[in-house]
């Protein structure tokens, strides 16, 4: 093996060697600065990296790139450290050490997965991330989230399989691990492809984000937000940029999601399809392919992680302080009064993920959105647009209103108001990720300087502004005439997960039907083989009256069971008789 590289630290080391120091750290105060202290020196780490640089290792005949830095790499590892900072802080007053263990070590497969250059440094940092998160899922100790995280790690595992099968063959194939753009075509492509659109979750292999994701503990639902659908935005614009399926898969994700969250009752489970259906226009740009709409999803990943984490983090000061998560519990509690900081923050990240002008999320969406319309998409414009209507409608309005507002789900029964504790660190996450999403907004020149494409684009346009305006007002007006029949219900929604739900019962079914009978066969043979034993031991005994009531078969006696000279010369010509008559007529 030889290495050669420049001095440096690969940025994912230090989540990774400091989830390995970490159990030793057990005073809180030494434990908190500690965590607070890895992102920081990831991101000064990652400043000093020059574009360009990689480290190359020399195994055998092959080259692996465990640090390939370029523009893409950059802007994505920037949002990723910065989004496992707000999330550490938020997370300051959880006592469970593993979960903090978890956490740093699904984000350091997550840069690995961002800088690797090679497939097989891919291959680890996915199948890194796909264990270490779902441990974010069974911290919470529930029936339902041991179960979510049971069919999360499945479907994940599934991907990673279909990762290696690809990756095996595209290596064997070309005799090269480095990662290049590959053209949607061959049996390995589609493995490839396969293994990426499940941890995008694109329909219909999505559901085990809104399964999961929700059933998580309450921070580690801000991690899960952040990290492995947009580590799958990363690896589909190197590797599938402009591939036409990702157009039309895209905005099928942006409507899909939106439809869903229609009928959710439970917030985080709203959150998670609004997840899937922001997750739709960043496939739809890479799909595009121009420079302009691959801009648009580097940008709005960037946006997403920051305004989706806010929210997450909004309801999960809820859940913090009342326990509860169904709209149907918490409508009536006045939440705004005994939480109005999270109400406040949580719109900021409401608006964001809306397109409001001054947010986020409108310099980002509008990009692929106006990309779609220059390269002559107007079915792809016009579905896009409908996707931005809907999240206002469930994100903006539904959910918060229900939430912080709404009427009395029981009215027979008063929710009597009670002081709300909520730790300060969850409040200050928040803050500061509010203060990003305005900042960016407002500047979004900071952000757009970062962009790996040439392309130029100013968001603040009088179209563009009025345009979203419009769209806004007459959403908002929609909510406030159908108010009463857009609250939430007690219902379950069924998704494509009922599929490998359905199809592991019947799965188990089947093996317990198979294992009936294969007990009902072997007692059979084993009946035959006891026939068989006391034949060979005794063949006359089993005539005899006496045989099954006997406590034991007696051994053959010539003495009790020789028989008649004449029944043995009778049995032979019998038997001589037949063998001539069917050698007669065979002849």
Known sequence: MRITMIEAVHPALFYIIGSLILPIVKRRPLRDIFILTIPILSFLQVLQLPEGQVWTIKILNYYLLPLKVD?????????????????FVYALHVKTQGEHISALMYVGGTLGVTFAGDWITLLIGWELMAIASVFLIWYRRTPGALKAGFRYIMVHLVGGTLLLAGIALHVGSTASTTINRLPCEGFSAYLILTAFLINAAVPPLHAWLTDAYPEATVTGSVFLSAFTTKSAVYILLRVFPGAEILVWLGTIMALYGIVYAVLENDIRRLLSYHIVSQVGYMVCGVGL?????????????????????LLFMGVGVVIEGTGESKLTKLQGRNLYRELPFAFYLYMIGAFSISGVPLFNGFISKTMVVTSAGEIHRPLVHLLLHLASIGTFLHTG??????????????RNKKKESRSLRVPLNMYVAMAFNAALCVAIGIYPTVLYRLLPYEATYHPYTLYSVVTTI?????????????????????????????????????????????????????????????FASTFARNPWSLLTPAYGKAKKIASYDPDEYRQAIGVGIALFLALFSLLLGLSMNIR
């Open 71 to 87: 523009r893409l790499s950059l802007v994505f590892s920037y949002v990723f450290i910065i989004a496992s900072f707000t999330g």
């Open 470 to 530: 419009q769209l806004l007002l007459f959403t908002l007006l929609a909510f406030w005439m159908f108010l009463g029949q857009l609250g939430g219900e007690a219902k379950v929604s069924i998704d494509t997960d009922w599929f490998y739900r359905r199809g592991a019962d019947l799965f188990f079914q089947f093996c317990i039907s198979s294992d009936a009978i294969r007990s009902l066969g072997q007692r059979w043979m084993e009946r035959l083989v006891m």
């Open 397 to 410: 309005l539904k959910l918060p209103y229900g939430t912080w507002f709404g009427k009395a789900w029981d």
């Open 289 to 309: 392919g121009s420079p302009l709409a691959l801009n648009g999803s580097a940008a709005h990943a960037f946006c997403h992680i920051l305004y989706k984490a």
